[in-house]
Nanobody, 125 residues
Framework: QLQLVESGGGLVQPGGSLRLSCAAS????????VGWFRQAPGKEREGVSC????????DYIASVKGRFTVSRDNAKNTVYLQMNSLRPEDTAVYYC??????????????????WGQGTQVTVSS
């Protein structure tokens, strides 16, 4: 069974940090880009970051650039999202998803195949 499982979410104060993990089972992530998305209450799901299959190329949306870092460990079949300097507007359910290609092609949902169940990130004092 192809599965992605996110973990690492939680409640953190503004300015704090969290590291999300996205672990794959039933298949290898080695050949695919992986995207991180988030969905805040009442808002559309938006792409946040992407990493290509080798880890050599990454992408971030403007609002998280310089604060978030995406990485991957193909030996562990896991992708990470390090989130620093968190803001209340970062509050959302965060999802990871496997892209259809080895490179980051953008954040169209149709270009991502397997999705995780999501992990809640709440930034609040």
């Amino acid at each position: 069974q192809l599965q992605l499982v996110e973990s690492g979410g939680g409640l953190v104060q503004p300015g704090g940090s969290l590291r999300l993990s996205c672990a794959a089972s039933g298949f290898t992530l080695d050949y695919y880009a992986v995207g991180w998305f988030r969905q805040a209450p009442g808002k559309e799901r938006e792409g946040v970051s992407c990493i290509d299959s080798s880890g050599g190329s990454t992408d971030y949306i403007a609002s998280v650039k310089g604060r978030f870092t995406v990485s991957r460990d193909n030996a562990k079949n896991t992708v990470y999202l390090q989130m620093n300097s968190l803001r209340p507007e970062d509050t959302a359910v965060y999802y990871c998803a496997v892209g259809l290609y080895y490179y980051c092609s953008g954040y169209l949902r149709a270009e991502y195949d397997v999705w995780g169940q999501g992990t809640q990130v709440t930034v609040s004092s």
